[in-house]
Structures are given as structure tokens and as C-alpha cells.
């Protein structure tokens, strides 16, 4: 996997899935499952850290090597 084409995804294991469950996607708040891919990325959150999300929630901005969550990203005209 080319990191600066398409930024470092992970597949939920066990380790991710028991770490990260509790509170889920920090884009859409369903819980993972096993073997789903998941970024961490950037987002309008209150305490401005990136979270761990689902992919299909994410845009990659390759100009930055950074994955936004979806909406962050399309509401604050990232993608000009």
C-alpha cells in the first residue's frame, strides 16, 4: 500500500475492535466489526483530535496526506 496515495487504513482486529467499541465511529457512532477498515481522521469534534472512523465516512485530501471525516470535510470547503 502506497501511504502518500491513499493515507494508512487499518482492518479491525480484536485489539482495535475492544479498544475503539465503546464509542464506535466518531462519524456515524456504529460500532466496528471485525474486518472493517478504519482510518483515524480529522473532524469537527469539541477536543480537535483525530478519531478513529470507518473509510467509507473518510476523504483522503492527498495534498495533505490526512483523512477527514466526510462531512467536516465537505462543510468547511477542504475539497477546492
Sequence with gaps: MNR?????K???DLK??????????GACGNKFNLGDVAVMACGGWSD???RLIHENEAIYDPRTDIFFERNYFQTRGLNK
Excluded: H, S
Design 16 to 25: 482495535l475492535l475492544n479498544a475503539n467499541n465503546k464509542n464506535g465511529c
Design 10 to 12: 487499518y482492518i479491525v
Design 4 to 8: 502518500k496515495k491513499e493515507g494508512k
Design 48 to 50: 480537535g483530535c483525530a
